[in-house]
């Protein structure tokens, strides 16, 4: 079967696209500069708004947000020496979820791997091609990796027409 759509970057936005377009029987890739540690050990956020944790449930991945994360229905600001509480729930219904983006993107990577998605890290000089050629467009990139056996940097150049795919 032919690969439909190339994404570029395994963070929550690629992870979670392609979880998406699965659900939907669409094939994907994902191309990923850094390593799996590395982005496993990006700490950043960790307060996702409703509409965030509904499209979570939505890729069917929010098992261990459900139990783990935290329910906040609103924050404090502190102003000389007043707090003032900002209650979310009672102002717009909503409430925030408290579940690190590190915890997200274990998710989606694990649901990655359930269904044997194809992501490949470590993908250098990632570009698209033949976009305004009569060839299909492709992603291409080099792959590198080192070990004992391999070469210290290994590029083989791969090509992956979708455009048909996409009509
Ligand atoms: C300090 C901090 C706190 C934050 N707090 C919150 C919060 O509380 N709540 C919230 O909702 N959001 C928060 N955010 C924002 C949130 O982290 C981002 O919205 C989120 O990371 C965006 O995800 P993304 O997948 O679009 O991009 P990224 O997480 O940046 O992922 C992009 C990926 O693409 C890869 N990449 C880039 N270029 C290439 C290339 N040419 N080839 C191959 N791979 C490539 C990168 O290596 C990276 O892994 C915070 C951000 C920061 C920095």
Redesign the pocket.
Known sequence: MRTQVGI???????LLLSQLLHLQGIDSII????NQDY?LG?I??????QG?VNMLREAQVADRMEREGLIHEGFEIAFGDRRHRIDLKKHTGHTVTVYG?TEVTKDLMDARAAIGGQLVYE?QD?RIEELESDAPPCINWAAQWSGPEQPKCHRPQRRWPYRESFS
Do not use: C, D, T
Request: glycine share 18%; charged share 25%.
């Open positions: 570029i970057g395994s963070g929550p936005s690629g191309l990923e500069r850094r982005v990006r950043r956020a960790g307060v996702l708004e965030m983006q993908a990632v």
